[in-house]
C-alpha cells in the first residue's frame, strides 16, 4: 500500500483545507470493532487486500486527529500536522501484523508520532535545533516539561536532566536554542533607518571581495614568493635541489630516490632537508 492512499469517501476535504469539516467527517467514521479489524488486517497481511487497507486507515483517521492536537503550540498549521501523521497511520496499517496480538491504533502510535516528530524538526525552525536522536528526545521531552516562559531554576534543570538521563549542561543548551527565534537575513520593506541596521545583512557582510582585503592578501602572497626565491637562492646547491625536488616539483621525489641520485643515506637526505627548512624559516623571519 503506498502512503499516498486516497481518501476517497472523505471527498475532496483534506485537513490542509477546511480542518473543521474533516475533522467532523473523520469523526462520523465508525470505530472498528476488534473482529472487523482482525478480519481487515488479515485481509491485507495475506491477501494483500488494498480495500481493507483503505478501510484500516479510514477508521482510524480520528486517532490521528486526537495525537496531533497534543502537538499544538509550534507554530505549525494543525491541518500539516494531522497530514504528517496521516502518513504515519498509512505507514503503520502497511506494516502491521494481525498476528501480534495487539490492536492497530496501539501499533500505529509510534509511526504517527514519529512522522509528525520529523515534520516539527524539519519546519520548526530555519537552524535545526536536534539532529541526533537523544538531542530529539531531549528537545519533545523538554518543551513538554517547560510549563513556562521563564528559564529553568538550577533545581528544575537538575530535575529535567535526572528525569531524561543526560547531563545538566546538555538540557541548558536545548533550553538556549528553544529560547532563540529565527531572524530575516534582509531588513524588512517597512523598517526605516534607524531600525534596519540591526538586520544581519548589515553587520555580516561578505568580506572576502573587499578591494583591501584582495590587496592585501595578493601584496602578503607576493611577498612571500619573492621571500621564498630569495631563501633559496643563499641555500647551497645540494640542500636547494632536495628542496626543490621534495617540495617545489609537479613529480616529488622521494628521499630514497635523491639518497641514490647522491650516494649517500635517505636518512643523510632528511637531515639536510631538514637544515634547509629551517634556514629558510629563519632567513624569511628575518626579511
Known sequence: MSTSTSLQPLGNLSPGGNLNAYVQA?????????????????????????????????????FVV???????????????????????????VKRFNPEKGVRLVSFAVHWIKAE???F????WRIVKVATTKAQRKLFFNLRGAKKRLAWLT??????VAEDLNV???????????????DATFDAGENDDDDSSY??????????????????????????????LESALEQLDERSRTILQRRWLSDSKATLHDLAAEYGISAERVRQLEKNAMNKIKTMMLAA
Open 66 to 92: 486526537h495525537i496531533a492536537r497534543s502537538y499544538n503550540g509550534y507554530g505549525l498549521q494543525m491541518g500539516d500536522l494531522v497530514q504528517e501523521g496521516n502518513v504515519g497511520l498509512m505507514k503503520a
Open 167 to 181: 547531563e545538566v549542561k546538555h538540557v541548558r543548551e536545548m533550553e538556549g536554542r528553544l529560547s532563540s527565534y
Open 116 to 118: 509528525i516528530h520529523e
Open 198 to 227: 540591526v538586520a544581519p545583512a548589515h553587520y555580516l557582510e561578505d568580506k572576502r571581495y573587499d578591494p583591501a582585503v584582495q590587496l592585501e592578501a595578493s601584496n602578503w602572497e607576493e611577498t612571500n614568493v619573492n621571500g
Open 120 to 123: 516539527i524538526l524539519r519546519n
Open 26 to 62: 473523520v469523526s462520523g467514521i465508525a470505530v472498528l470493532s476488534q473482529e472487523e479489524e482482525q478480519r481487515l488486517a488479515e485481509d491485507l497481511y495475506y491477501n494483500g487486500n488494498l480495500d481493507a487497507a483503505r478501510q484500516l486507515v479510514m477508521a482510524h483517521l480520528r
Open 154 to 159: 538550577n533545581d528544575e534543570a537538575k530535575a
